[in-house]
C-alpha cells in the first residue's frame, strides 16, 4: 500500500470509531427496546462493534428484545471472548459486578519475560488502550500487576514476577456495584481485576462502567419512587410511558378512595366546622413533607448500604423524635394560623381549633415520620425494590393519618 491508500485506510477507520463511539453514546441514554430500534437501521458488523462496548448487561438486555434471527447474526460478529464472557456474567446478580466484566485478555503467566509480553501488548495496543498487565499463577489466581512504565525500564529477560507488585487491588466477582464504587473512591484506576471466591481471575472491569451503572440507578431511583420504571428515558415514546404510567397512577387513584372515605366518615364533623375544611390540605402537605424527608433519609441509606441490620429501630426512634420536634414547631405556626383565621370567618371556639391543629400537626408529622421509614423496609422485606412507588404509599398514609386525625380531634374535642 502507498502513503495515499495508508492514509484513507486510517480516515475510514478513524470515521467508523467515531460513528461507533456516536452508537455506543446514543444506546446508553436509551432504554433497551428503544435501543433496538435505533440500532436496527444500522449494519450488523456496526451493530456487533457497538454492542462489544457497552456495558456487558445492557448489550445482552438489548439482544434479548432483538428479533432472534437478527439476534445470531449480531453474535456471529463478537468475538468469541466477548460471547463467553457474557455467559459467565450471566452466573451473578444483576447488581453485581460480575454482570459487567469483560474478557481477562491483558492476563498472563508470572513467569513470562518482559521481552515475551511486549510483543504480545504491541500488537494489543494497536486495537485497545493497555495500561497494566495483570499476572497469574498456574491456576488462574491472580498475583500481582505490572504498569507499562515498568516494562519500558525493566532488562528485556526479566520475568514478569520480578518486576510485579504483588498481591494487587481487585473486585469480588459477587460484589455489589455500590460497594465496588465505596471502593473507588480511594482507588482510581482505568482498570480493575474481577476475582472469584478463591482469588482467581474471572474478569476485568472498567471504572467507567461502574461509574456509569452507578449513575444510571441513582438516577433511575428518582422516578421509582413515583411509580417511573427506570428503563424510561427522554427519548421514550409516549405510547410506551402512558403503558409503563398509567398502571401507577389507577393505583395512586384507589389509594385517594381511601383518603377521601376516611374524609367522608367525618363529613359531619365538616359541616359543623367548615372551617377545617382549609387545613385539611395545609396538613396533609406538611405531613407528607415530613415523610418524605425520612423516606430519602431511609432510601439513601439502603442504597449506600449505611442501614446495617439492627439499626431500623434507631431510626424509626430518631425520625419519630425529628417528628415530634418538627411537629410541635410548625404545630404552634398553624395553631396560631388557625386562631386568626376562625377569628376572622367568625367561628366558635378558636383557642380550641387551634389546640386541634396543633395536635394533629403534632401526631401527624410523628406517624409520617415513622412511616417514611417503614414503606421502604416493608418493600425491601417483601422483597420489592424499596424506591419503587414508595411516594405513592407513602403519601396515602400521610393523608389518612393527618386528615383522619384532625377530624377525629375536632369530633372529640369541640363537638
Given at each position: 500500500?502507498?502513503?495515499?491508500?495508508?492514509?484513507?485506510?486510517?480516515?475510514?477507520?478513524?470515521?467508523?470509531?467515531?460513528?461507533?463511539?456516536?452508537?455506543?453514546?446514543?444506546?446508553?441514554?436509551?432504554?433497551?427496546?428503544?435501543?433496538?430500534?435505533?440500532?436496527?437501521?444500522?449494519?450488523?458488523?456496526?451493530?456487533?462493534?457497538?454492542?462489544?462496548?457497552?456495558?456487558?448487561?445492557?448489550?445482552?438486555?438489548?439482544?434479548?428484545?432483538?428479533?432472534?434471527?437478527?439476534?445470531?447474526?449480531?453474535?456471529?460478529?463478537?468475538?468469541?471472548?466477548?460471547?463467553?464472557?457474557?455467559?459467565?456474567?450471566?452466573?451473578?446478580?444483576?447488581?453485581?459486578?460480575?454482570?459487567?466484566?469483560?474478557?481477562?485478555?491483558?492476563?498472563?503467566?508470572?513467569?513470562?519475560?518482559?521481552?515475551?509480553?511486549?510483543?504480545?501488548?504491541?500488537?494489543?495496543?494497536?486495537?485497545?488502550?493497555?495500561?497494566?498487565?495483570?499476572?497469574?499463577?498456574?491456576?488462574?489466581?491472580?498475583t500481582g500487576v505490572v504498569a507499562m512504565r515498568e516494562?519500558?525500564?525493566?532488562?528485556?529477560?526479566?520475568?514478569?514476577?520480578?518486576?510485579?507488585?504483588?498481591?494487587?487491588?481487585?473486585?469480588r466477582a459477587d460484589s455489589t456495584v455500590e460497594e465496588?464504587?465505596?471502593?473507588?473512591?480511594?482507588?482510581?484506576?482505568?482498570?480493575?481485576?474481577?476475582?472469584?471466591?478463591?482469588?482467581?481471575?474471572?474478569?476485568?472491569?472498567?471504572?467507567?462502567?461502574?461509574?456509569?451503572?452507578?449513575?444510571?440507578?441513582?438516577?433511575?431511583?428518582?422516578?421509582?419512587?413515583?411509580?417511573?420504571?427506570?428503563?424510561?428515558?427522554?427519548?421514550?415514546?409516549?405510547?410506551?410511558?402512558?403503558?409503563l404510567r398509567h398502571p401507577w397512577l389507577q393505583l395512586?387513584?384507589?389509594?385517594?378512595?381511601?383518603?377521601?372515605?376516611?374524609?367522608?366518615?367525618?363529613?359531619?364533623?365538616?359541616?359543623?366546622?367548615?372551617?377545617?375544611?382549609?387545613?385539611?390540605?395545609?396538613?396533609?402537605?406538611?405531613?407528607?413533607?415530613?415523610?418524605?424527608?425520612?423516606?430519602?433519609?431511609?432510601?439513601?441509606?439502603?442504597?449506600?448500604?449505611?442501614?446495617?441490620?439492627?439499626?431500623?429501630?434507631?431510626?424509626?426512634?430518631?425520625?419519630?423524635?425529628?417528628?415530634?420536634?418538627?411537629?410541635?414547631?410548625?404545630?404552634?405556626?398553624?395553631?396560631?394560623?388557625?386562631?386568626?383565621?376562625?377569628?376572622?370567618?367568625?367561628?366558635?371556639?378558636?383557642?380550641?381549633?387551634?389546640?386541634?391543629?396543633?395536635?394533629?400537626?403534632?401526631?401527624?408529622?410523628?406517624?409520617?415520620?415513622?412511616?417514611?421509614?417503614?414503606?421502604?423496609?416493608?418493600?425491601?422485606?417483601?422483597?420489592?425494590?424499596?424506591?419503587?412507588?414508595?411516594?405513592?404509599?407513602?403519601?396515602?398514609?400521610?393523608?389518612?393519618?393527618?386528615?383522619?386525625?384532625?377530624?377525629?380531634?375536632?369530633?372529640?374535642?369541640?363537638?
Open positions: 500500500m502507498n502513503n495515499t491508500e495508508i492514509r484513507e485506510e486510517q480516515e475510514h477507520q478513524e470515521k467508523d470509531e467515531k460513528r461507533i463511539d456516536q452508537l455506543r453514546t446514543s444506546v446508553t441514554r436509551r432504554a433497551p427496546l428503544d435501543a433496538v430500534v435505533l440500532l436496527n437501521r444500522e449494519s450488523d458488523e456496526l451493530v456487533g462493534d457497538v454492542l462489544e462496548r457497552l456495558d456487558p448487561t445492557l448489550a445482552m438486555r438489548i439482544l434479548s428484545h432483538m428479533d432472534p434471527k437478527r439476534g445470531e447474526l449480531l453474535r456471529s460478529h463478537i468475538s468469541d471472548q466477548v460471547g463467553e464472557q457474557w455467559s459467565v456474567n450471566l452466573n451473578y446478580d444483576e447488581d453485581s459486578v460480575g454482570r459487567l466484566m469483560e474478557p481477562p485478555i491483558e492476563a498472563y503467566p508470572e513467569t513470562m519475560s518482559v521481552r515475551e509480553i511486549v510483543g504480545i501488548l504491541k500488537n494489543s495496543a494497536r486495537e485497545r488502550q493497555v495500561i497494566y498487565a495483570y499476572t497469574i499463577d498456574e491456576e488462574r489466581r491472580l516494562m519500558l525500564f525493566a532488562a528485556p529477560d526479566e520475568q514478569l514476577r520480578e518486576i510485579m507488585v504483588e498481591e494487587p487491588f481487585y473486585f465496588a464504587m465505596k471502593a473507588m473512591l480511594l482507588r482510581h484506576y482505568p482498570i480493575y481485576p474481577v476475582c472469584d471466591a478463591d482469588r482467581k481471575l474471572v474478569g476485568f472491569i472498567r471504572g467507567y462502567a461502574l461509574f456509569e451503572r452507578h449513575t444510571y440507578e441513582l438516577t433511575a431511583q428518582t422516578g421509582q419512587m413515583v411509580g417511573i420504571y427506570k428503563e424510561e428515558h427522554v427519548s421514550t415514546p409516549w405510547w410506551r410511558c402512558l403503558f395512586n387513584l384507589l389509594t385517594a378512595f381511601l383518603a377521601g372515605a376516611v374524609v367522608g366518615v367525618f363529613d359531619e364533623t365538616i359541616s359543623r366546622i367548615v372551617v377545617l375544611a382549609a387545613f385539611l390540605p395545609v396538613l396533609a402537605g406538611q405531613s407528607g413533607n415530613t415523610g418524605c424527608q425520612a423516606l430519602a433519609v431511609t432510601l439513601r441509606g439502603l442504597t449506600l448500604n449505611e442501614l446495617k441490620p439492627g439499626m431500623e429501630k434507631k431510626l424509626v426512634f430518631k425520625e419519630a423524635l425529628l417528628g415530634s420536634i418538627n411537629g410541635l414547631l410548625v404545630g404552634i405556626t398553624a395553631g396560631i394560623g388557625m386562631f386568626f383565621y376562625s377569628k376572622q370567618t367568625g367561628s366558635a371556639m378558636p383557642l380550641k381549633l387551634s389546640a386541634v391543629v396543633l395536635l394533629a400537626m403534632l401526631g401527624a408529622c410523628v406517624a409520617s415520620g415513622i412511616t417514611g421509614v417503614m414503606v421502604p423496609l416493608i418493600l425491601r422485606r417483601l422483597g420489592a425494590d424499596p424506591a419503587t412507588a414508595s411516594t405513592i404509599f407513602l403519601t396515602t398514609a400521610t393523608d389518612v393519618i393527618s386528615m383522619g386525625l384532625l377530624l377525629w380531634l375536632a369530633t372529640i374535642l369541640i363537638l
